[in-house]
């Protein structure tokens, strides 16, 4: 497609239960970048992934959250175990990386909205 | 680590007014700088960026920015102001050939048509 695609748009689950999130980036972009944004609050980076290799997950909040990205396209977000704190906004970003080159800025996908009851 | 501060969280304006966004980061190295713009019900567009030479930077719909190294500062500017301009703004920044961006909180903006 031409824009990044996240489903479900939304997901209300009760606490303890386990969610998973999917990310469809734009076909060709090597990047795909997940952030979480609270309500009143400016997105938080999670984790990057590079093709299928997660190259940083310094963002994850706990082991809770885990990202997966096998063949280097589609990415799941799986969060175990939600907590009421987990509510929020999860987006997820595709980017054409040059290596050795500048980030020309990301495609956003319009996010899933959680929330933990 | 790097941070990005937005000095206003809501600014109400009328139509046709001026206006003005701040925003700060903080972080020693060179830096590129991106605002973005979430319409209400839409997903997060760039609006701008910046990467190098000329400091003051044109975005889509007549914004534009200007990166004042010495001052930390990217600030968001459009001499004109229209009732669809209404969303809310934030300002990110990324170190030069870094992937990872720092948001701040956000501004939201209202035009009163």
């Known amino acids: 497609g031409a824009g990044v695609s996240q489903s479900p748009r939304y997901k209300v689950a009760k606490r303890g239960q386990d969610v998973a999130l999917r990310c469809d980036p734009i076909?060709?972009?090597?990047?795909l970048f997940w952030y979480q944004q609270a309500l009143g609050q400016g997105p938080e980076f999670l984790t990057y992934?590079?093709?299928?290799?997660?190259?940083?997950k310094s963002g994850l909040p706990s082991d809770r959250f885990f990202a997966e990205r096998p063949e280097g396209s589609v990415s799941t977000l799986k969060i175990q175990r939600t907590q009421k704190e987990d509510s929020a906004v999860y987006l997820c970003?595709?980017?054409?990386?040059?290596?050795?080159?500048?980030?020309?800025?990301?495609?956003f996908g319009s996010g899933t909205r959680l929330t933990v009851v | 680590a790097q941070s990005v501060s937005q000095h206003n969280h809501h600014v109400i304006l009328s139509e046709a007014a001026s206006l003005e966004l701040g925003c700060n980061y903080s972080?020693?190295?060179?830096?590129?700088l991106f605002w973005y713009v979430q319409y209400p019900g839409q997903h997060l567009q760039l609006l701008l960026k910046?990467?190098?030479?000329?400091?003051l930077v044109k975005g889509i719909k007549g914004f534009e920015a200007e990166f004042i190294k010495s001052k930390f500062s990217f600030n968001l500017r459009k001499p004109s102001v229209q009732w669809s301009d209404t969303a809310e703004y934030f300002c990110?920044?990324?170190?030069?050939?870094?992937?990872?961006?720092?948001f701040g909180a956000g501004t939201i903006l209202r035009v009163k048509s």
């Open positions: 970003a595709s980017s054409l990386v040059i290596r050795q080159g500048p980030n020309y800025g990301y495609t």
């Open positions: 076909s060709g972009h090597v990047s």
């Open positions: 992934f590079q093709n299928e290799a997660q190259l940083d």
């Open positions: 972080y020693g190295g060179t830096v590129n």
């Open positions: 910046y990467f190098s030479g000329d400091p």
């Open positions: 990110a920044v990324c170190r030069e050939y870094g992937n990872k961006l720092v």
